[in-house]
């Protein structure tokens, strides 16, 4: 019998089945159900959840919305004027200052939030051109102090350069000069033996006189030779030492010593009846004329070699030593000489070596002893050519010795000087001139050179 049931639905066709009446079913509610019904119970929900209904909120109409709005609009234009006036009075008063920078960032601001105002942006227009000209003042300020900062250590540079040669420069010339005064201790060694062999031979010469020996030439001969013998070895040295360091001349610059011997040359000529008479009597002593020291002045004013003075015949080099060292007397006197004051002028050094003093004083004893050996034996050769009695030449013979003596004391003095130098040595061992009389105090008064 066929069952009037019909088969059971599949699951899955049954799930389309009911979404599609579901669906069937809001389409009817939505067309049949007034919009007035959904919108009522859609409010009332947010009533519910706002806990206050609708008809109790104030709600503003359309007009008072656009009031609102341009009164917020008015002031913010004023307050965008009110913060660039305050910038503006800020830049002014640091562009009064001149404070570019900070006038430039401050009228930078008012500028921007008054675009319109043409006060603003011409001064901001200065303030930037002001900026702009410190700025590169500074750069070239700085370009200037790094140029003077490379300069600076371009000269300090150089200076230590020059600083290093005449250190260098120094140091070999102190080695020369030490050499130089070791040589020359061993060589006035050499020379007072000689000298003291000479006195030998002029004792047996005095003998010979007295007693009109036969043999007077011999001795006298032999004399020659002792002293040519130390006059030709000395003759360098004398150059050398003497007239470089006691006569200034050759370590000073020429126009210098030029100038300093015409000086001296006017101290001869002097009106002063006081200077003339002292010149007169010292000179006297030394048995040399005015005229002849003022030609030695005058050739070395003119810039003459004072080193030939004492080359050519032994009796006109020998009253040129006499000069020179009547000359030295007033320079060592006067204190022109001194290291010292030589380092101290204005015009230093003058060329002047860079010796220690020490050394410096060392070379003028050395040139001072030597001196002293050659007017020993210019001294003999005077001698030799007077033509005097027997007697007479005998008690020359005698005050020459005796001077000869005297002269060997100085150079023990002064070669003890030399070994271990101290102040004042050359003016303890010598008396520092050879004056007969106190000079006047005019004569050596700073003013007159």
Known sequence: MTSFLRKPIPFHRKKG???YCLATFIIFFSICIPEKVISQTALGQLEIMAGRRADQ???????????????????????????AAENYSKGVNAFNKKNWNEAVRYLKKAAR??????????????????????????KELQNDIRRQEEERKRRDEEIQRKEAERLEKEQKEQAAI????????KTILAFKKDIKYAQGHLKNYTKALTNNNTDLEKWGKEVDDAYNRVLEDSKGYLSGMFIKYNMLQGILKRSYVEALYKRTGNLCKSSNPEIQKWFAKELKNIDVRIDEVQDVVDRVSLGGDLAELLSGDKEQAGRNLKILIFLNGILETAHISDYDNLIKEAEKPFGLTNMPGE???????????????GAMCFGWYHIRKLNASN?????????????????????????KCIKKYTDHCLEG?????KWSTPPPPLLFEYRNW
């Not at 043409?118 to 901001?124: A, G, I």
């Not at 020459?400 to 070669?415: H, N, P, Y």
């Not at 061992?429 to 001139?433: A, E, H, M, S, V």
Request: a negative charge.
């Open 113 to 138: 939030k008054d675009p319109n105002n043409l006060t603003y942006k011409n001064v901001l227009q200065q303030a930037e051109a002001n900026l702009q000209r410190e700025q590169q003042q500074n």
């Open 57 to 83: 909120v104030s709600v503003p109409s359309a007009n008072s919305y656009s009031i609102n709005w341009q009164q917020r609009r008015e002031y913010l234009e004023q307050k965008r004027q009110e913060d």
């Open 429 to 433: 061992c010598t008396g520092k001139t």
């Open 17 to 19: 089945k009911a979404s």
């Open 391 to 415: 007697e007479e030449m005998a008690q020359k013979v005698a005050v020459f010795s005796a001077g000869v003596e005297q002269r060997m004391k100085e150079i023990d003095c002064l070669e």
């Open 359 to 373: 050394y410096f004083e060392q070379a003028k004893m050395i040139g001072e002893t030597y001196s002293n050996i």
């Open 178 to 185: 030490k050499e130089k005064i070791n040589e020359a201790e």
